[in-house]
């Protein structure tokens, strides 16, 4: 059950606001993607790493095989109790109509932001730190490349059961990614691109537990493909004039793209 400490009027209506929409949500979460972390490849003689993880699970009394319904009614509370505020000074509905989550990857930055029926521009919510990262700065081209990508992403996928706590996933490689590893004959690029708790990161933006719980539930609660993510090299908000790096050639059309969607954004 989910438990929720009601001080005032407007923890009531966010407690109300959660519990309908999950009851709404459990129609549609029979259809909902859900999936596992990407297995590593096996080392001969070794236990698997999901008999580890069974086997630390069984021995610790925890049950990790959630519903993403579970982990709603398990987290949601907690989650409202921490952004009831933010919304409040934003004067956006809990929970939004839409979501965007525009990363920075040199400043390591994840700014939230959201719609509302009542307002049809995006509202800036908070910014939370990126714990960890990898690669550098350029578009993920690869699998293996430890390369975060860069461009317009949806979320597509929930992990309720990560290894690293929750998880969301994005829809990478997009239309963008895949027409221009066409062009280049480029072939395995990757994918299980994932927000997710904890602090290790291989391609990955990890966030620590709390914050992937924030992201993790707002985006239940929205549902996946009206959370929008932006990956930026930089804020060329404030830095319009980022050095760009020699390859590969399509990179500036991809960074006027991106340019061109922050525009929407404003922290004010």
Same mark, same amino acid.
């Given at each position: 059950?989910?438990?929720? =400490?009601? &001080?005032? +009027?407007?923890?009531?209506?966010?407690?109300?606001?959660?519990?309908? %929409?999950?009851?709404?949500?459990?129609?549609?979460?029979?259809?909902?993607?859900?999936?596992?972390?990407?297995?590593?490849?096996?080392?001969?003689?070794?236990?698997?790493?999901?008999?580890?993880?069974?086997?630390?699970? %069984?021995? #610790? !009394? +925890?049950?990790?095989?959630? %519903?993403?319904? /579970?982990?709603?009614?398990?987290?949601?509370?907690?989650?409202?109790?921490?952004?009831?505020?933010?919304?409040? #000074?934003? !004067?956006?509905?809990?929970?939004?109509?839409? $979501?965007?989550?525009?990363?920075?990857?040199?400043?390591?930055? +994840?700014?939230?932001?959201?719609?509302?029926?009542?307002?049809?521009?995006?509202?800036?919510?908070?910014?939370?730190?990126? $714990?960890?990262?990898? !690669?550098?700065? !350029?578009?993920?081209?690869? /699998?293996?490349?430890?390369?975060?990508?860069?461009? +317009?992403? /949806?979320?597509?996928?929930?992990?309720?059961?990560?290894?690293?706590?929750?998880?969301? =996933?994005?829809?990478?490689?997009?239309?963008?990614?895949?027409?221009?590893?066409?062009?280049?004959?480029?072939?395995?690029?990757?994918?299980?691109?994932?927000? &997710?708790?904890? /602090?290790?990161?291989?391609?990955?933006?990890?966030?620590?537990?709390?914050?992937?719980?924030?992201?993790?539930?707002?985006?239940?609660?929205? =549902?996946?493909?009206?959370?929008?993510? $932006?990956?930026?090299?930089?804020?060329? =908000?404030?830095?319009?004039?980022?050095?760009?790096?020699?390859?590969?050639?399509?990179?500036?059309?991809?960074?006027?793209?991106?340019?061109?969607?922050?525009?929407?954004?404003?922290?004010?």
């Amino acid at each position: 059950m989910l438990t929720f =400490r009601i &001080h005032s +009027l407007n923890n009531l209506a966010i407690y109300l606001k959660i519990v309908l %929409t999950a009851i709404c949500l459990n129609s549609s979460l029979a259809s909902a993607q859900y999936y596992d972390d990407p297995p590593e490849p096996p080392v001969p003689g070794a236990v698997s790493k999901s008999d580890i993880v069974q086997f630390n699970f %069984t021995m #610790d !009394g +925890l049950d990790t095989h959630y %519903t993403l319904q /579970e982990r709603i009614e398990q987290l949601g509370g907690k989650v409202a109790s921490r952004l009831e505020q933010k919304f409040i #000074d934003a !004067g956006i509905a809990y929970p939004p109509n839409e $979501l965007a989550y525009v990363v920075f990857k040199d400043a390591k930055v +994840l700014e939230v932001y959201a719609k509302s029926q009542d307002f049809n521009e995006w509202k800036f919510l908070h910014a939370y730190p990126v $714990l960890k990262t990898s !690669g550098d700065l !350029g578009p993920k081209l690869k /699998e293996g490349d430890a390369q975060v990508p860069e461009g +317009l992403y /949806e979320a597509n996928a929930f992990n309720p059961n990560s290894k690293y706590h929750v998880a969301l =996933r994005l829809n990478y490689p997009n239309d963008f990614d895949r027409m221009m590893a066409k062009k280049e004959g480029r072939r395995s690029l990757g994918g299980d691109i994932m927000i &997710h708790g904890n /602090e290790v990161s291989i391609g990955c933006l990890a966030m620590g537990d709390q914050t992937a719980e924030d992201l993790f539930i707002l985006s239940a609660l929205v =549902r996946t493909s009206l959370t929008k993510i $932006l990956i930026s090299p930089t804020d060329f =908000r404030v830095n319009p004039h980022f050095s760009l790096p020699k390859k590969p050639q399509w990179v500036k059309n991809l960074y006027q793209e991106i340019q061109s969607h922050l525009t929407q954004f404003k922290r004010s």
